[in-house]
Nanobody, 122 residues
Framework: VQLQASGGGLVQAGSSLRLSCAAS????????VGWFRQAPGKERELVAT???????TYADSVKGRFTISRDIPKNTVYLQMYNLQPEDTAVYYC?????????????????WGQGTLVTVSS
């Protein structure tokens, strides 16, 4: 599956952004799709996932502020981010796993988008 992430940008703290991940080659409902992020000097971390049946998981740091969703006809997964904070600054990646549920580690996701930069100023 090929993934194309978009929607990043420079925003002020408290703002919102919506990231998009357009998939081709395989439907987004065939397995887990996730959003990861990587800040400078830090490891890539899982932000949110959606399973093949639509179950969602979130990192504690984004619960209540971020929402992952998908549009199956458009074969696209979104990450709606509210109340962004400077600590959310990172390159955000979407990734797809062949696992239908339970994928949480970087190694379990075999397909990656190119990343989109989100910068939140204070």
């Amino acid at each position: 599956v090929q993934l194309q992430a978009s929607g990043g940008g420079l925003v002020q703290a408290g703002s919102s952004l919506r990231l998009s991940c357009a998939a081709s080659g395989r439907t987004v409902s065939s397995g887990v799709v996730g959003w990861f992020r990587q800040a400078p000097g830090k490891e890539r971390e899982l932000v949110a996932t959606v399973s093949w049946v639509g179950d969602r998981t979130y990192a504690d740091s984004v619960k209540g502020r971020f929402t992952i969703s998908r549009d199956i006809p458009k074969n696209t997964v979104y990450l709606q981010m509210y109340n962004l904070q400077p600590e959310d600054t990172a390159v955000y990646y979407c990734a797809a796993s062949r696992l239908r549920v339970g994928a949480t580690s970087v190694a379990e996701f075999g397909s990656w988008g190119q990343g989109t930069l989100v910068t939140v100023s204070s």
